[in-house]
């Protein structure tokens, strides 16, 4: 029973448009959330994070949004380059060291 | 190094043989885990670790996996008897403390079952 969906395997965007990535949760107690992007061959690397507290933070072209009440967030990626093109993991933890992870959605950005 | 390293990248082994997977952790990093992805799914927690003892080993799948660490430093995942289905991507993250800081992940071990 997964507690992090996300429904899209993969994505394609032309570089410079925007990439939006979609993430569902189940548990309304998931306050925190992080995105992790993942290159062949490495580890996940932080990328993005979020409070329950807010709907939404914003890092140079990365933008995460919170909608709390759809338990929904999202990751948007502006403008997209090629080296966006990756695996990109949502996850999120309820106050614990315990992180629930999305299956992951394949970007690849177009040159 | 700065970030986690692990070892080996890369391990083929039979059904039946003893694996060790190694982690090394951020130098001051108190807190580490071990996950692991199969393929097309999630990274799935395994266990936790504070400094050497491992309050948490609730993810562990079975009694064939276990873990240790020494002190604050390099910790080892043991899996015996391994089975096709422990073919995996297994992934380590450190902390600085297990609550409030993000999870830096080493670059993991892809095990393949014969």
């Known amino acids: 029973d997964q507690q992090v969906k996300q429904n899209s395997p993969s994505l394609s965007v032309q570089e410079g448009r925007i990439s939006i990535l979609n993430c569902d949760y189940t548990n309304s107690m998931f306050d925190y959330f992080l995105w992790y992007k993942k290159y062949p061959a490495e580890g996940p690397t932080f990328l993005i994070s979020i409070s329950s507290i807010k709907d939404k933070n914003e890092d140079g072209r990365f933008t995460v949004f919170l909608n709390k009440s759809a338990k929904h967030l999202s990751l948007h990626i502006v403008p997209s380059q090629p080296g966006d093109s990756a695996v990109y993991f949502c996850a999120t933890h309820s106050g614990t060291y315990k992180y629930i992870f999305g299956t992951g959605t394949r970007l690849k950005v177009l040159a | 190094g700065a970030g986690v390293s692990q070892s080996p990248s890369n391990k083929v082994t039979e059904k039946g043989k003893d694996v060790e997977l190694r982690c090394d952790p951020i130098?001051?990093?108190?807190?580490l885990y071990w996950y692991r992805q199969r393929l097309g799914q999630g990274l799935e927690f395994l266990i936790y670790f504070q400094g050497n003892s491992a309050p948490d080993k609730s993810g562990l799948p079975s009694d064939r996996f276990s873990a240790e660490r020494t002190g604050e430093s390099v910790s080892t995942l043991t899996i015996q008897r391994t089975q096709q289905e422990d073919s995996a991507v297994y992934l380590c993250?450190?902390?600085?403390?297990?609550?409030?800081?993000?999870?830096?992940f080493g670059p993991g071990t892809r095990l393949t079952v014969l």
């Open positions: 993250a450190s902390s600085l403390s297990p609550l409030t800081d993000t999870q830096y």
């Open positions: 130098s001051g990093h108190t807190a």
